[in-house]
């Protein structure tokens, strides 16, 4: 008996001293160190150089790489937990995070480690890359689309949102091979395309495709009607949705549209786009995309590989409604059938707030519909910046005219000399010389064509102001210094940060220092002073209100959305005033002395008398409260007789506008009846 606890002893020691090696300090960091090495291999989606057991590491390699095939490419983040021995077993937890459409999948598999051969290795199974995956089955992907946030506008009202659209285009399954090409052709034709290059594009189509030839708005009186397009073989008119916003026109510059993510867009969001989806291109749509896109809903299923597996693609619908969560692999449905690992419904994106008045937008946009060069108008509420409309022509080609277009003001800067003269103590009543041509260090200047020569000799600021005499403000540039006209442009917004807008806008730039001639130019308007149409209606703006206007746009924008500033890019279509004028303007600042009630009084008063004794008489006739105005007619380029911009004005009540046209002759004659065309209009 004492012979058999002996012996027993000794197994236990020699039992306890396994246990104890293969837990020893060494062992396990050996451990640790080789779970480590697979989870950086899994990381890169590269374990071809771990250290591996069960199987060679270039056959693992080619196994991750079908599994995670229909994944797109994209990597998760893999780390190994601490090593843990129980019944002489050595295992490593593998914590998985995947970032699949902007969706967090995480979950944590166990790798088996023992040594091999002398050394540490972990034992290759599929269920290491995700939990209870089998041989033989590989993750597929079912994304699903979320609804996109809609882009309202003043009280709430729908600017861009879901509405009925027809995809136009032949389907070749239906339609007889001898006659695909007449049917595209005709169908080409019908719609306004080119008939040679669709029905290029359908003959390399595969034999089932629909080939899209066009969408279109799915109105009452649509042309073409669904009868023209079915009495063609093979077409069709398919009835879907899409965000759009009440016309074509409308707000389209300063908006952007839905569409189709680029190749470009699709490299450059990290796995958050994928071929197919729709995301925004241009305006508000492409700076708030994150927001109004939402996010999609993702599923993860394990799929046999050899058949039933369901493919990675966007905006499918799943055929899974399970609840959202982790990895779960518990269920047990038959071999062949997918497993659900992983699943999240959409989140429907956030609708984005502006300050857009639908009506006023309008009534922009159809001003400046015939109207052949770039073109602008901008309205804002003076009592609190809101900007109510943003139109730019057709025109423009598409380009935000009316917030990035960067053109010298001409006269309507007059209303920045008149602040800093009257800070200098000048009053609307000052003397001043009104004079054909005045002559600075050997350049001429001279009033605009057309000025009325009943108003040349001495007359006072405030007729100069309202008759826009040239000569008589750059008389009176040694009264001010650029730098008193840099602050005064301040005053009124010009050149200052918008931090309430939450858009790329461009604010203006009037230099702080100039030499004689150029700080002569500047007096009208010109060297290197810039504005756009957002800008000038600031200007307006905090002239009616009698204090600094900072414009708002957007009503929700995050804390971290960048702000407009003078430095912002004005693209291809911005026409510069001078060929010395700065490509890039200087950074957004802040108002020294904003304009006060006291300033502005005049100022509104010479406004108005540009309308009651100037030359924008023709503003008397808008129905409704007083209106102001003061013209603007700004040459450019080295034409003979140059090009000119023109520009106009106005204010009446709780509302500040500005009009422009590109190379579009004097102000008072070419935007004046823009003008006053938006005004009554507005008023009615």
């Known amino acids: 008996m004492g012979n058999i606890r002996a012996a027993s002893l000794v197994l236990s020691a020699v039992l306890l001293g396994t246990v104890l090696t293969s837990c ?31 199987t060679d590491p270039s056959a693992a390699q080619d196994q991750l790489k079908t599994i995670v095939a229909a994944l797109g490419g994209v990597k998760p983040s893999v780390s190994a937990g601490e090593a843990t021995t129980a019944n002489g077993r050595t295992s490593v937890p593998l914590d998985f995070r995947w970032e699949l459409s902007g969706r967090e999948w995480k979950y944590t598999t166990t790798a088996e480690v023992a040594q091999s051969n002398g050394h540490w290795a972990v034992q290759w199974t599929p269920g290491l890359i995700a939990p209870g995956l089998q041989s033989g089955e590989v993750l597929a992907i079912r994304t699903t689309a979320p609804a996109r946030g809609d882009i309202l506008g003043a009280n709430g009202a729908p600017l861009v949102t879901e509405r009925p659209v027809k995809r136009v285009g032949l389907d070749k399954a239906k339609t007889p091979a001898a006659q695909l090409d007449s049917s595209a052709r005709a169908l080409a034709s019908l719609v306004g395309l080119d008939p040679a290059e669709y029905a290029k594009q359908v003959a390399a189509s595969g034999p089932q495709a629909f080939v899209q030839a066009i969408v279109l708005r799915d109105a009452p009186d649509r042309t073409p009607t669904d009868s023209q397009i079915a009495a063609i073989p093979g077409a069709f008119a398919l009835g879907r949705t899409l965000p759009l916003a009440p016309t074509r026109a409308f707000a389209r510059a300063v908006l952007g549209t839905v569409g189709d993510a680029t190749a470009e867009q699709i490299q450059k969001s990290d796995g958050g786009l994928s071929a197919g989806d729709q995301t925004g291109q241009g305006g508000l749509e492409a700076k708030y995309d994150d927001e109004l896109r939402g996010k999609d809903g993702v599923t993860v299923l394990a799929v046999h590989q050899d058949g039933g597996s369901p493919t990675s693609s966007a905006g499918a619908s799943p055929s899974s409604s399970a609840t959202p969560g982790s990895a779960d692999a518990s269920a047990s449905p038959r071999p062949d059938q997918p497993r659900t690992l992983f699943t999240a419904p959409p989140q429907a994106g956030t609708p984005l707030r502006t300050t857009l008045d639908p009506k006023l937008q309008q009534i922009a946009d159809d001003t400046l519909a015939s109207v052949g060069p770039a073109s602008a108008i901008v309205a804002i509420r003076p009592s609190d910046g809101s900007v109510l409309a943003a139109a730019s022509g057709p025109g423009s080609n598409g380009y935000n005219t009316a917030m990035l277009g960067q053109y010298a003001p001409g006269s309507i800067f007059k209303t920045v000399d008149s602040l800093a003269l009257f800070r200098e103590g000048a009053t609307p009543d000052l003397k001043v010389e009104c004079t054909p041509t005045l002559t600075v260090d050997g350049k001429t200047f001279q009033n605009a064509t057309g ?51 939450g858009a790329d806008a461009f604010m203006g730039s009037i230099p702080a220092t100039a030499g004689t001639t150029e700080h002569a130019a500047s007096m009208i308007g010109q060297g290197r002073v810039l504005m756009s149409p957002l800008a000038a209606a600031v200007m307006a703006a905090s002239v009616q209100k009698g204090g600094l206007v900072s414009p708002r746009l957007v009503l929700n924008a995050g804390e971290d959305a960048p702000s407009s500033s003078p430095g912002a890019s004005p693209g291809a279509s911005g026409t510069a005033a001078s060929p010395s004028a700065p490509s890039t303007p200087g950074p957004a600042q802040a108002a020294a002395t904003p304009i006060t009630p006291a300033e502005a009084a005049p100022l509104q008063a010479m406004m108005r008398a540009v309308v009651t004794s100037g030359h924008a008489g023709f503003l008397l006739s808008v129905p409704g409260a007083p209106v102001g105005a003061k013209t603007g007619t700004a040459e450019f380029g080295s034409d003979n007789p140059p090009k000119t911009h023109a520009w106009i004005i106005g204010v009446q009540g709780d509302l500040a506008v500005a009009v422009f046209v590109d190379e579009g002759g004097l102000g008072a004659t070419i935007s004046g009846p823009l003008l006053t065309n938006f005004l009554t209009k507005a008023s009615q």
Do not use: M, W
């Open 24 to 54: 020893d300090d060494g062992s396990k960091a050996a451990a640790e160190a080789a779970a480590k090495e697979l989870s950086s291999g899994l990381s890169s989606l590269d374990v071809s150089h771990a250290a591996l057991a069960g």
């Open 451 to 501: 000025y009325p020569e009943d108003h040349l000799g001495t007359i006072t600021l405030e007729d100069a102001y309202a008759h826009s005499c040239n000569t008589a403000f750059i008389s009176q540039r040694d009264k001010v210094s650029q730098g008193q006209l840099e602050a005064a442009a301040t005053s009124l917004g010009l050149g200052t940060d918008a931090p309430q807008l």
